[in-house]
């Protein structure tokens, strides 16, 4: 669980990212909005989410929106995770101690936050969500001015939650 829901103000952060790049909320925040997925490799939630993440990722990584996964684990197996499940998005490790999840007041992965250019949480959706994964594409979508697609093919048999 977070205690930082929507409207409330989103910590700043500052991680390494796998590539070597440097990744701050601050900073994000002055390109546009920002998704951060919070995740442990272990966690099962964590795996099933990765994929739709990655759908949000490409469609709606553009100008004006940033996506960075937050990965408790080294950095070694983070690749390693996003090698196996798809993600190209940027990951960020959290470090020693787990500055960021601790400023967030995490208790659970995954954890995704939407946060708008005024560092206010738009979306906090713990553990896999739908509707808080549809949400976030209808707020990015609207924001870039796009027609929505769907993020679910009507042929998956998506559950609409599963607790992390």
């Known amino acids: 669980m977070t205690d930082i829901h929507s ?22 925040l002055q390109k546009g909005l920002v998704v951060a997925a919070f995740f442990k490799i272990s966690c099962p939630v964590c795996q099933f989410t990765a994929p739709f993440l990655e759908r949000l990722f490409r469609r709606y990584s553009r100008d004006g929106v940033s996506f960075v996964g937050i990965s408790q684990d ?25 500055p960021a999840s601790n400023a967030y007041r995490l208790t659970m992965v995954p954890t995704v936050f939407l946060i708008d250019t005024d560092g206010t949480v738009k979306v906090s959706s713990m553990g896999f969500a739908k509707q ?10 609207g924001r870039q001015k796009v027609a929505a697609a769907p993020l679910f093919s009507p042929d998956e048999r998506i559950p609409a939650q599963k607790p992390g």
Do not use: W
């Not at 983070?78 to 190209?88: D, E, H, I, N, Y």
């Open 7 to 28: 409207g409330n103000s989103a910590p700043n952060f500052s991680l390494n990212g796998i590539d070597g790049k440097s990744y701050s909320l601050s900073s994000l």
């Open 74 to 98: 080294d950095a070694k197996a983070s690749a390693k995770f996003a090698a196996q499940f798809g993600v190209t998005f940027p990951i960020a490790i959290d470090g020693k101690d787990y």
């Open 132 to 141: 808080d994964l549809e949400s976030i594409a209808a707020e990015l979508a």
